[in-house]
């Protein structure tokens, strides 16, 4: 069983940067892939990022690659998302989950926080 937990959200201009963690109990964390997905209202759930369990071979979607960046810290039990150049189009609730292996499906993820929101707008 693992429980997360985001912070970090908030509302920054167009062209800001942010950085969500998500804090995991449970002494596996290190054996799950992890993932940041988002949501705006009216919209599906969608991909964002994900990591192995060792944080190598991350993936993207291609909407925020380049911009964006996760990284996770097995010894401190988080994830994190680097948010560069925020576009008014990456407002969302953004969630972490995890998976026992990594996927950009939400169906295949088993655990899930509660969401963080990110506010884009000048």
């Known amino acids: 069983q693992v429980q997360l937990v985001e912070s970090g959200g908030g509302l920054v201009q167009p062209g800001d940067s942010l950085r969500l963690s998500c804090a995991a109990s449970?002494?596996?964390?290190?054996?799950?892939?992890m993932g940041w997905f988002r949501q705006a209202p009216g919209k599906e759930r969608e991909f964002v990022a994900a990591?192995?369990?060792?944080?190598?071979?991350?993936y993207y979607a291609d909407s925020v690659r380049g911009r964006f960046t996760i990284s996770r810290d097995n010894a401190k039990n988080t994830v994190s998302l680097q948010m560069n150049s925020l576009k008014p189009e990456d407002t969302a609730v953004y969630y972490c989950?995890?998976?026992?292996?990594?996927?950009?499906?939400?169906?295949?993820?088993?655990?899930w926080g509660q969401g963080t929101q990110v506010t884009v707008s000048s």
């Open positions: 449970g002494r596996t964390f290190s054996t799950y892939a």
């Open positions: 989950a995890a998976t026992k292996f990594i996927a950009t499906n939400p169906a295949q993820y088993n655990y």
């Open positions: 990591t192995t369990w060792s944080g190598r071979s991350p």
